[in-house]
Nanobody, 123 residues
Framework: QEQLMESGGGSVQAGGSLRLSCQMS????????LGWFRQAPGKKREKVAVFDDGKATWFAESVKGRFTVAEGNGKEILYLQMNSLKVEDSAMYYCAAQGLYDCYLGRELWEVWGQGTQVTVSS
């Protein structure tokens, strides 16, 4: 059974950087479309980025130019590199997976989720 586990969260000052990791187990990452999401207290969950067919295919406007997504070489790991962090980036960050075809069709099923990792950005 496929599982996802995030790591790399922490506290950082505004302007700093963090790299989050999403480790997939029980499955091959290339068989899935992967997404990064975040949710701040009292706010709706927000999709941050999508990694599909070996490349980042979508970023939220709020993170464009600051966040990048890359996969680990030969490892079932997806990274979210976050630069120029802002206080408003503070949230619990999750990675999620759905079938490649679901992404191709524009579906938002995201059947598999990790437990999340907390990012706190202070001013």
């Amino acid at each position: 059974q496929e599982q996802l586990m995030e790591s790399g969260g922490g506290s950082v000052q505004a302007g700093g950087s963090l790299r989050l990791s999403c480790q997939m187990s029980g499955a091959t990452m290339s068989h899935y479309c992967l997404g990064w999401f975040r949710q701040a207290p009292g706010k709706k969950r927000e999709k941050v980025a999508v990694f599909d067919d070996g490349k980042a295919t979508w970023f939220a406007e709020s993170v464009k130019g600051r966040f990048t997504v890359a996969e680990g070489n030969g490892k079932e790991i997806l990274y979210l590199q976050m630069n120029s962090l802002k206080v408003e980036d503070s949230a619990m960050y999750y990675c999620a997976a759905q079938g490649l075809y679901d992404c191709y069709l524009g579906r938002e099923l995201w059947e598999v989720w990790g437990q999340g990792t907390q990012v706190t950005v202070s001013s």
